[in-house]
């Protein structure tokens, strides 16, 4: 349509902006003036300028129904939030039977009227159209008769109410404006879901922030986060070296490096019997090639062999990572608790849609991730049982700066920098229990709604 542009803050630069016309083009002379005013500059724009503007101006006139009408393009209006937050709550969005609602106005809308979506409805009989020929349609207001099942309820700037077929019959009768209205509608639905995701989410705001003090104040986490501060400490390459392997999800291996004695004793044949070839040579000869360094000498290097062999996965190691640093997770979601809390209290109305949504998302992910990192803590003590610290000093081996050895249930640690270093198992942790939290980690953000009554 002409005014999309010009109504998104874009006007119309050259001839259509000449004094006397309005919105670009007059309703009455639009095609006159925008053509007359094409010729009179034409000398003073680029051949290219000027057609595009012809273009724009013969779009003014279009046809409607075999009749060459000249439509008047109606500047779009701002669509501003028509329903609070509780109203949205209260709005049921979907019309039954739109045919017979009290105040539907069955004849033509007004082309130039401003369009309002306040509703939608859906007929359409399960199977569609193949298992269903003969089904009844919803008569559309534009095309005048029944022609489809889906479609959304408008009221316009005067009152009326109609109903308007979703396939193009909005767009082709009022244009850039029904596309706007289209827009907000869908804005509306958009926060009329994520409103009753937020409404039950804040039920569970308290008892999670009960849980996630608990987290914080545990002895137990605590417990576990010195150990592994120490095991950092104590070799802090071999814990970086550590972590990587364990994120790797690869099985530990040994390396076993031994010497090839087959190779070095073959090598050494060879080496006499140069010495024989060169020894039987003039002795002119040999000077030369002493003199071109082609003498045999005798290289007794170690030839080496460099096997692996499979240990199996270390466990219980994912409290030494990120993953299971419960702490950080339980304070990120102390973040997004606060964060609700402070939204609440100024109102949701003043919130956007994508607050809304980041914040519900968070509401998901960061109990999830609250959830994973107890559940690499509960596999602390396997990490100090005596077969895991056996392959973790086997993987050690390989590297000269540091080293691991189980040291009757404790961890011996020897860095080159460090020195030596003993740490002792951890006893059985008695970690909080997080029930609202713990559920979170079976729902998805889509799912959110459900859980107030479950809680």
Not at 337 to 358: F, M, Q, S, V
Request: proline share 6%; aromatic share 8%.
């Amino acid at each position: 349509m002409l005014h999309r542009g010009w109504t998104s803050g874009i006007a119309p630069q050259g001839p259509l902006n000449a004094p006397g016309l309005r919105n670009g083009i007059n309703s009455t002379s639009g095609d006159r003036i925008a053509r007359e005013t094409i010729s009179n500059r034409r000398a003073s724009y680029p051949r290219k300028i000027a057609v595009a503007h012809l273009a724009i101006a013969a779009c003014s006139s279009i046809v409607l129904k075999g009749e060459s009408t000249l439509v008047d393009p109606q500047p779009l209006r701002l669509i501003g939030r028509r329903l609070s937050d509780d109203d949205l709550l209260r709005t049921e969005f979907c019309y039954r039977d739109p045919e017979n609602l009290p105040s539907l106005n069955r004849g033509v809308p007004d082309q130039d009227a401003h369009p309002v979506i306040v509703g939608y409805y859906d007929e359409r009989p399960a199977g569609g159209r193949k298992a269903n020929p003969g089904a009844p349609m919803i008569r559309c207001c534009h095309c005048g008769y029944p022609r489809h099942w889906k479609g959304y309820v408008v009221r316009d700037d005067k009152g009326e109410t109609y109903i308007i077929g979703a396939d193009k019959c909005g767009r082709e009768h009022y244009g850039a404006r029904f596309e706007a209205a289209e827009r907000s509608f869908k804005q509306e639905q958009a926060r009329q879901k994520a409103l009753t995701r937020w409404r039950n989410m804040t039920g569970l705001v308290p008892p999670m922030n009960a849980e996630v003090e608990r987290i914080l104040t545990c002895e137990a986490v605590r417990m576990i986060e010195r150990k592994r501060d120490e095991i950092r400490r104590a070799s802090p390459e071999g814990f970086d070296r550590l972590i990587r392997h364990h994120g790797s999800g690869d099985p530990m291996v040994e390396v076993i490096v031994e010497c090839d004695y087959a190779a070095e004793a073959d090598r050494k044949a060879r080496y006499e019997r140069a010495m024989a070839a060169y020894a039987a040579l003039p002795p002119e000869e040999r000077r030369g090639r002493r003199d071109q360094g082609l003498k045999p000498e005798l290289d007794n290097s170690p030839i080496l062999i460099r096997e692996t062999e499979p240990l199996g996965p270390l466990m219980g190691a994912g409290f030494l990572t990120d993953r299971g640093d419960v702490r950080a997770a339980a304070l990120a979601l102390r973040d997004t608790l606060r964060a609700i809390e402070k939204l609440n209290a100024a109102g949701t109305d003043a919130a956007n849609l994508n607050d809304l949504n980041r914040l519900l998302r968070e509401m998901t992910d960061r109990p999830k991730a609250v959830w994973n990192a107890f559940l690499e803590l509960s596999f602390t003590s396997i990490f100090f049982e005596d077969d895991n610290l056996e392959r973790l000093e086997r993987w050690s081996r390989a590297f000269p700066r540091f080293s691991y050895f189980a040291d009757d249930g404790a961890l011996l640690v020897n860095d080159s920098s460090k020195g030596r270093t003993r740490i002792s198992a951890i006893a059985d942790a008695d970690l909080p229990e997080t029930r609202t939290i713990d559920s979170l980690n079976y729902y998805t953000e889509e799912f959110l709604p459900m859980i107030a009554d479950a809680a």
